[in-house]
């Protein structure tokens, strides 16, 4: 069974303080990993797509990396408005997209 | 580019009656368009998954003859429910995808629906 789990639920940290969240994931096939973020009320808005192992990419302060069997979100000197709750995701042989539970992230000034 | 719209983004309604909610991807045509729902606090559950002109395919436990899809165009999936209760409550978002195999989901705004 395809299943996405992530950590830490809940991260606080202060504006500039870099840190990294975890996607740990199990898949037949994978097909590729997703990153979202998700404001409060809102639908999830995508981040990156990553589809191989050793593969990298970036977007401003943020920077997603894969291996084997997870897949971390560095988050380099945050701001205030990177406070989300970040969702990762795995498309494998179902074709299905697979949630984890989310880390809510919070940037204080 | 890739953007999912939704209305109405949030609808209050009484107990028996039925409820609409409209799923457009404004710049890309769709072949797959998926409904979910989020508890507060929880992540995403497929509810189904829709291709265009096809029958919609429902995810374990959901009921079909509640939760009505229809996927009429490329560019347009509808949700509607049906006779809905209080325990309907919750958050709907749809997504849709460009082409089969490893594509993008892009997802809507949601729609908070609320029944009284």
């Known amino acids: 069974e395809d299943q996405v789990t992530q950590s830490p639920e809940a991260l606080r940290l202060q504006e500039g303080e870099s840190s990294s969240l975890n996607c740990s994931y199990t898949v037949s096939g994978l097909r590729g990993l997703f990153w979202y973020r998700q404001d409060p009320g809102k639908g999830p808005e995508f981040l990156f797509t990553?589809?191989?192992a050793g593969e990298e990419k970036e977007k401003e302060r943020l920077k997603a990396t894969l291996t084997k069997k997870e897949s971390f979100l560095h988050i380099t000197a945050p701001k205030p408005e990177d406070s989300a709750t970040y969702l990762c995701?795995?498309?494998?042989?179902?074709?299905?997209?697979?949630f984890g539970q989310g880390t809510t992230l919070q940037v204080k000034p | 580019g890739a953007v999912v719209s939704q209305h109405p983004s949030w609808v209050i309604c009484k107990s028996g009656t039925s409820v609409k909610i409209e799923c457009r991807s404004l710049?890309?045509?769709?072949?797959?368009m998926f409904w979910y729902r989020q508890f507060p606090k929880q992540s995403l559950m497929l509810m189904a998954t829709?291709?265009?002109?096809?029958?919609?395919?429902?995810e374990q436990g959901v009921e079909k003859d509640k939760f009505l899809i229809n996927h009429a165009s490329l560019t347009l999936s509808t949700l509607t429910v049906t006779s809905a209760h209080p325990e309907d409550s919750s958050f709907y978002i749809c997504?849709?995808?460009?082409?089969?195999?490893?594509?993008?989901?892009?997802f809507g705004p949601g729609t908070r629906l609320t029944v009284l």
């Open positions: 829709s291709n265009e002109g096809s029958k919609a395919t429902y």
């Open positions: 997504s849709a995808r460009m082409g089969q195999g490893a594509d993008t989901q892009y």
């Open positions: 995701a795995v498309r494998g042989n179902t074709g299905k997209l697979i």
């Open positions: 990553l589809y191989s």
């Open positions: 710049d890309f045509q769709a072949t797959t």
